[in-house]
């Protein structure tokens, strides 16, 4: 815990409440040194609570001289004849003891300290009963002190944590990865049935085994340097359990490298964790133990380095980060500051004091106040979106907890902050009239101004005039005549094909009608009375013949119509079997081009209302805007996707029927939009048929809340189909 510095007035009013009491810091809290950016630092730690509290030298200087019988008032004035400079403040002693009390950390000899000590353990565990209710998805419950069992594990543990070990945890590395790289076009076939209810089961089961040894490496890390572990237990995250242990004993090491590292160990376990699953994955036959191998693979790996080692998320990666930059406490006096930013500068409360202390820390611990509300608020919101796919009641209920806990909860702690904080005192009036100044000018401007209102889709540019090719027969690309993308002429050879059966089957024919008209010589010669059953197996053969004969004509490929020959795909394929029907390219002509977009069924507000203007932004040229002109929406619903580009199949964002193998047939029905593109002759836009691009529509400007609202519905819909 901060003590931060109160800073401000010398006196205090509250000062008649505390100058006369005899208090001191109980038996059971140790006091050690520590230094954060070169700053030095009192560590206080209570041994019966196993918690930690940072103060400065200056207020571990005042509390000493209450434990020689004075009262504060005596310690006060007597550290301010001492050293004017240094002596803490009135205000700042009220504060300091003030937390300290409320952390129980004191003893006093007043005849009422048995109340007092009921009282600050009522308010206590009020506050507990409080943080345990808000912190609803994270609830911890304490089971088996493991200390005694970590000093009797001491030999293995010193032996895991040795260079030795170091040696052989590489070793494991590289083997896992070797076997992952080896085997990875079945790790990611095999990823698509991870959530498949038949395997959830699994998948917990992975995830437990990997977060005990995840756990149990903390503390281990934490005894190896000599910090105690007394707390191991359940933890019910989103209402499943999973185990923990208490290594907060961590922050009580002088070396910070020691602090990283105890950070580091559960991670460190799990990755080794994952590459034995690899190696055990990769050598076994499909059936549970593969399975469960699979399971382990993923959350031992893929989501301990998302979530565990993320800075944002108050889990290992927030607290390396903490020690890595030497700011304890980041995340409280990160909503400090952002509280002292409020106060100095929307409020101007002139006696505002920032809990930065450093030209630094005033634009980290805003900026990372802000990123961590963010990042939290949009977690909740797609734990919430999961859950109600799955269950949707549950996720209605959960998406009323979120509203509250975002939305009433703070405004209700505001309003309150206006009503009766101490802080605002005589400049309650000013705050109060400032706070209901940006309500109204916030709610107007997002409620009733009108702003711009746009709709963004993807597409594909296609020529005016297009034709697509197609190998008429089937055979091997041997020859290519052509080059894609240059200018060809109708009727101009673009590629060759051959098939050796064919030749055969041509041969054969030949023979056969040849046979056939030495039998019909035959007969005439012999004054045969009937030869219609020859003159029929003479003209089935002909037929036969022709077809066989079109057929190979069919192996080279011609231009239909003048224009760019685009077939860059068929470079892949020379030498391979192409059978009949197969696409040979596309040749358009580049005298005037369009964008075609697809339109999602939720997006058909757009009917209801009347496009400004369209711009286009094409793959690989963002930073260009193309105008469109021209733009119609087609009323009537679509299945068929202007391009496989456009499908997830082939790398887009549609959804797309598993049972079509061409990715062309959309997973749910959508609107078709196109527009006439016209490109300056003086840009560098390079235009190509079939080259993918956002396409954004303007419509009639409509406030944000209607706009945020829509969305929101959309989303909905889209999701759950209400």
Partial sequence: MNLEDAGGRIFSDAWHRVAGVHVQLRASVGAHRQFFRGEPWVILRDKFSNNWFRISPDAYAFLCRLDHGRSVDEAWNESLAADPKRALTQEEVVQLLGQLNLSNLLQYDRSDS??????????????????????????????????????????????????????????????????????????????????????????????????????????????????????????????????????????????????????????????????????????TAPGTLNALAYNVIFVASVSTLLFNMNPLMRFDGYHILVDALEVPNLYQRSREQLRYLGERFILQLPHAQPAARTATESWLLPTFGLLSMVYWLLLMFNIMLFIAGEYFELGVVLAILLFFMSLLLPLFKFVKYLMISPNLGHYRSHAVGVSVGIAVVATGVLGLLPAPDRIRVMGVVQAG????????????????????????????????????????????ARMQLMQLKAQEIQAIAGAVADLTPIHRQKQTAEKTLATLQGRKEGLLVVAPVSGIWSASELDASRGQWLGRGASAGTIVNQDSWRFVAVLPQVASHAFEDTIQYTEVRLRGQEEINLQAQATVVMPFEQGQLPSRALGMAGGGEIAVSNTDSSGLTAAESFFRIESVLSVDPQSHVRLAHGRVGTMRLTLSDRPLFAQWERKLRQLFQRRFHV
């Fill in 114 to 283: 048995a109340a007092s000590l009921f009282e600050r353990m009522s308010k206590r565990k009020k506050g507990e009963t409080r943080a345990l209710l808000m912190g609803f998805l994270s609830i911890k419950i304490p089971l088996y002190d493991p200390d005694r069992m970590l000093e009797k594990a001491m030999p293995w543990i010193r032996r895991i944590y040795s260079p030795v070990g170091l040696v052989f945890y590489l070793v494991l590395l590289l083997a896992g990865g070797k076997a992952l790289m080896e085997e990875s076009s079945r790790l990611f076939e095999q990823g698509s049935g991870m959530l498949a209810p038949s395997n959830l089961g699994l998948l917990y089961i992975g995830f437990l085994i990997s977060k005990m040894l995840h756990e149990f490496s903390h503390a281990a890390v934490c005894k190896y340097f000599g910090g105690e572990v007394h707390r191991l237990g359940v933890m019910l995250l989103i209402f499943a359990p999973m185990p923990y242990v208490d290594a907060t004993a961590a922050w009580g090491f002088r070396q910070r490298s020691q602090r990283i590292l105890v950070g580091l160990a559960g991670v460190v376990a799990e990755l080794a964790f994952a590459a034995g699953a690899a190696l055990v994955w990769a050598n």
């Fill in 465 to 508: 005039q297009s034709r697509q090719l197609h190998v008429e027969s089937e055979g091997f690309f041997t020859e290519l005549l052509a080059h894609p993308g240059a200018v060809v002429q109708q009727g101009q050879p673009l590629l060759r094909l051959s098939n050796p059966d064919l030749d055969l089957e041509i041969r054969v």
